[in-house]
């Protein structure tokens, strides 16, 4: 090897020393800086929801400086339009938890129904197939399920029902059970696939036939992801926006009728925020007062469903 080969593959190597040291450098750099961007962007959605949050408060006193929290909770009647007006959220609240009742009456059958056939009975190929069309139905518009609500899903219902009103709760109670099945379907599969094979395989040796392994041994091992699904998916129900501003009508109501027209407490923010009150008024700040109820209710939900999660998990 003459003395000029020496030489290049000398800087060569040099070469190859600084790239990497470099490239060392550069990867140190990033592992010291990603852990910062990342604790960024967590403080920046803490952030965000404290800032929603401190924004619903401070608008719910301002509204409970010129109505009483006792009228709010106790009267029965929600008429902030009239004059004086009433503001008891008792009608909206018994609106949504009528559509929320009725979408869990559709939804867990179904869902649950779904998802022991995707876990238990279903091939691999089958499994592909169905589960990405179920999802696909989490994934329409609300808006479009609130038409199907009101064009396709309460002519039928009236043809079954005669008195059953144009605008009414079981109509998108049904439709808003149909778009919470996805999720329910999901959720639970995931949960019952996680049960190991070894206690569904000494069920069946033990002479149970594929229905009993299903409802009595992979059932209640996965009580807990099940329970936690629905509950997650009537709390997704009882934030419905759409499908009940468009098919459950705009008439609050404190009974039990599903047959004649509602008003949840996301509709009636809807209706309001589409500038029906001044800002400043009574009323402009009444729907701070029922967003803030219904965080209430989405809160307890997901706690709860968090606190089943823990309670009854089955660690394998």
Not at 120 to 131: G, L, N
Not at 209 to 225: C, D, I, N, Q, W
């Amino acid at each position: 090897m003459s003395a000029q080969d020496s030489t290049h593959q000398s800087y060569s190597v040099q070469e190859m020393i600084e790239e990497k040291k470099k490239k060392a450098s550069a990867s140190q750099l990033l592992e010291k800086l990603m852990p910062k961007v990342l604790l960024v962007t967590a403080i920046l959605s803490i952030m965000t929801t404290l800032g929603i949050l401190l924004t619903l408060i401070v608008e719910t006193f301002t509204f409970f400086e010129k109505v009483s929290i006792i009228e709010y909770i106790t009267a029965k009647k929600w008429y902030p339009f009239s004059e004086p007006g009433s503001f008891g959220i008792m009608p909206l609240i018994a609106g949504t938890i009528k559509v929320t009742l009725i979408a869990g009456i559709v939804a867990v059958p179904i869902g649950l129904s779904s998802a022991i056939y995707l876990s238990e009975y279903a091939s691999d190929k089958t499994r592909r197939i169905i589960k990405p069309i179920l999802e696909v139905l989490a994934g329409i518009p609300t808006i479009v399920y609130g038409f199907f609500a009101l064009t396709f899903v309460t002519p039928v219902l009236r043809e079954i029902i005669p008195s059953l009103e144009m605008f009414n709760a079981l109509s998108p109670g049904i439709v808003i059970g149909i778009m919470i099945t996805p999720m329910i379907a999901s959720l639970s599969e995931d949960a019952m696939s996680s049960v190991p094979r070894s206690m569904r395989e000494g069920a069946l040796a033990l002479g149970s036939t594929k229905l009993e392994v299903s409802l009595k041994v992979v059932l209640p091992a996965a009580v807990s992801g099940i329970v936690s699904s629905i509950v997650l998916a009537l709390s997704r129900a009882i934030g419905e926006t759409m499908i009940v501003a468009v098919a459950g009508g705009s008439t609050p109501n404190l009974n039990l009728n599903v047959t004649e027209s509602i008003q949840t407490m996301t509709a009636y923010i809807v209706q309001v925020s589409q500038g029906d009150a001044g800002y400043g008024t009574t009323i402009y700040y009444s729907i701070y007062a029922v967003g803030f109820t219904l965080f209430l209710f989405t809160l307890l939900m997901n706690l709860l469903a968090q606190f089943i999660s823990r309670k009854f998990r089955e660690e394998y």
